[in-house]
Every structure is written in C-alpha cells, then in structure tokens.
C-alpha cells in the first residue's frame, strides 16, 4: 500500500450516558492527518448517525477507508456498516480483538420488545466476522464494500506491531482523553 493513503479511524470511550467518539485520520505511513470528535448516546441507536456526521464533518475526500473499533459502541449502540459504507463510499471494516460467540445472547439479556428487536435487526443485518492473524495476533474482521482478503491486508498494511491498527489505536487514545476532557470541565 502507498505511504500516503489515509484510513479514517472510529473508536469512543463512554461513562455515563453519552459516549465521546474521535475519528482520525492516519496514512499508511502512520503519520496522523487529522482528527475530529462526536458522540452517542450510551444504550442508544444513533452510533452510526454519529460516525456518519463525525465523517462528514471532516470534509475529506482523500480518506480510503474507515476502520471502527467494535460494531456495538456505547454498551450495544450497534452501528450498521452497510448503511455507513452507503453515505462515506468507502470501505468499512470493523476490527475487534478478543473471541466471541457473537452480541446475540447479551442483547437479551439486555434489552427486551422494540429496544431488543430493533438491535437485533442491526446486528442480525453485519457481515459475518472472520478471524485473520496480522503480526502474530488474532484479529477480528468485518468488510464491507470490500471482499475479506484485501480488508485483512488493509488492517495489516495500518498495524505496524500488534494486532491494534495505528487509526483505531490512535481514536481509542484521542477519546479517551477528550472524554476526561470533558468530564473535569463539566464536573468543574
């Protein structure tokens, strides 16, 4: 992959009932490019609006892909990836990290009538996530608008140690800190 392609990373960090999102903006050659910040409600349904409005208000149209961290943010906020890939024309490709039999279960545990059946849908509606190894660790992976293959060289291609891809790393840490941000200015 050439140096210069950029990735737009997608990764929140949540206490109480909002969930701050950083989106940045990376190159192959893991030189950051630019950043930009929203948020979603926790337990909501508005995680993929929110990524969709984060994309959008960073205007750029040299980003070749979107790397988001997780499919449910925000304790099951499920983000729709194809509805995503539709309003960015780009690929999205959804990385976790630890082995699953998958949301389903806990989703009813959680959620009951229209709140259960409207996750459920949207869950129900992803790709499925394949396990690929990028530097020795297993990762795992859901692509659209992308076939698998080429969205697991793409994860590789932006993860230069580990298993984490620099974008997604990057956003965890950006939200992680504009969330204590916005904490002791709000508690203040």
Known sequence: MKPGVRALGVAESYRGNRSTLAGVV???????????????????????ESIRDLY?????????????????LAWFNVVDLRALSRVADRPVISV????SDGLEPALRREFDGDALDRRL????SLPDRRATTVNGETVYIRAVGI????AADVVEAYTPA???PEPVRVA?????????????????
């Not at 030189?31 to 909501?44: K, P, W």
């Not at 959008?56 to 449910?72: C, E, F, N, Q």
């Open 26 to 48: 990376v190159t192959a050659a893991r030189a950051v490019d630019g950043f930009e910040f929203s948020s979603c409600t926790v337990g909501g349904l508005d995680a993929t």
């Open 56 to 72: 959008s208000d960073l205007d750029r149209d040299d980003i070749r892909y979107l790397l988001l961290a997780g499919v449910a």
């Open 96 to 99: 976790t990290f630890e082995e």
């Open 121 to 124: 849908a949207a869950y129900r």
């Open 147 to 150: 076939g698998q293959e080429e």
């Open 162 to 164: 580990g298993g984490r």
């Open 172 to 188: 965890r840490q950006a939200a992680r800190a504009a969330d204590r941000f916005v904490r002791r200015t709000t508690d203040a």
